[in-house]
C-alpha cells in the first residue's frame, strides 16, 4: 500500500464543517502537514503538527493526530466555497533535508 | 514566510524541443531544492533532489539526461525538459526549505508544461 493514504473526495455543503482524513505508515514520521492547492497552483501550507502533540488549532483548522493508530485528520469548520480546493496530507522525519512524502490528495467539493 | 518563485507558471512547446523551469529562493538560502511531477488527480511525485555546487539526485525511474537539473547558485534551480514529447505534459513544482528556519518546504506556484 501507500505510504500515506486519504479518501479522494469529500463534498460538504458551505457552512458544515469538513473532515479530511490520512492515514501513514512510517512510525517515525515526525512532522506531519496539511497542505492545499487550488487548481493550476502550487501547495501552501495549511498547518502541521509535531508527532508528539495530539491537536492543534488555529482558527477554523483543528488538526488531530492518533500517533498510535498512525491517523491523522483536518476539520475546517464553516467551510466556504473559498476553501474547495485539494488537501494533500503529508510526512517527514527529522534530519538533514526535507523531503516530505504526500498523500494523492483529498479533493474538497464545497456546494452553495 | 519564506517564498519559492517558480517561473514560468505556463509553457507550451513543440515536440522535440527543450524547455528550461527556474525555481528560486526570495529570501533564504537553499543548498538543497526539489523537483516534483505532479499528474491529474495524482500526488506530487518527488523527481530529484538538487545540490547546490553538485549533481543532481534523481529518483528511481527518472531520466536523468531528459530531465537536466542545475543548481548553480543558492537561490535558483533549474529543470530543463529536453527533447519534449507529449507525454512530458504534466504539472512541475519545486520546493526548497529554509536551512535557518523550520523543517518547513516552501513551494513554488508550479509551472503547467503542455507539448504539442
Known amino acids: 500500500g501507500e505510504d500515506v493514504e486519504q479518501s479522494l473526495f469529500l463534498s460538504v455543503r458551505e457552512g458544515d464543517s469538513s473532515v479530511i482524513n490520512c492515514t501513514y505508515t512510517?512510525?517515525?514520521?515526525?512532522?506531519l502537514y496539511w497542505y492545499k492547492q487550488e487548481p493550476g497552483a502550487g501547495l501552501q501550507l495549511l498547518t502541521y503538527?509535531?508527532?508528539?502533540?495530539d491537536m492543534k488549532q488555529d482558527q477554523r483548522l483543528t488538526v488531530l493526530l492518533n500517533k498510535k493508530d498512525k491517523h491523522l485528520s483536518l476539520r475546517i469548520a464553516d467551510t466556504q466555497t473559498g476553501d474547495s480546493a485539494i488537501y494533500f496530507c503529508a510526512e517527514s522525519r527529522t534530519g538533514g533535508s526535507y523531503i516530505p512524502t504526500f498523500g494523492r490528495g483529498t479533493s474538497l467539493i464545497v456546494h452553495p | 514566510g519564506a517564498v519559492v518563485s517558480q517561473h514560468p507558471s505556463r509553457v507550451i512547446c513543440k515536440s522535440g524541443t527543450s524547455v528550461k523551469i527556474e525555481c528560486r529562493s526570495l529570501d533564504f538560502q537553499a543548498t538543497t531544492m526539489f523537483w516534483y511531477r505532479q499528474f491529474p488527480k495524482q500526488s506530487l511525485m518527488l523527481m530529484a533532489t538538487s545540490n547546490e555546487g553538485s549533481k543532481a539526485t534523481y529518483e528511481q525511474g527518472v531520466e536523468k539526461d531528459k530531465f537536466l537539473i542545475n543548481h548553480a547558485s543558492l537561490t535558483l534551480s533549474t529543470l530543463t525538459v529536453t527533447s519534449a514529447h507529449p507525454e512530458d505534459s504534466s504539472f512541475y513544482i519545486c520546493?526548497?526549505?529554509?536551512?535557518?528556519?523550520?523543517?518547513?518546504?516552501?513551494f513554488g506556484q508550479g509551472t503547467r508544461l503542455t507539448v504539442v
Open positions: 512510517d512510525s517515525s514520521s515526525t512532522y
Open positions: 520546493s526548497a526549505s529554509d536551512p535557518g528556519g523550520t523543517s518547513e518546504a516552501f
Open positions: 503538527i509535531f508527532s508528539n502533540m
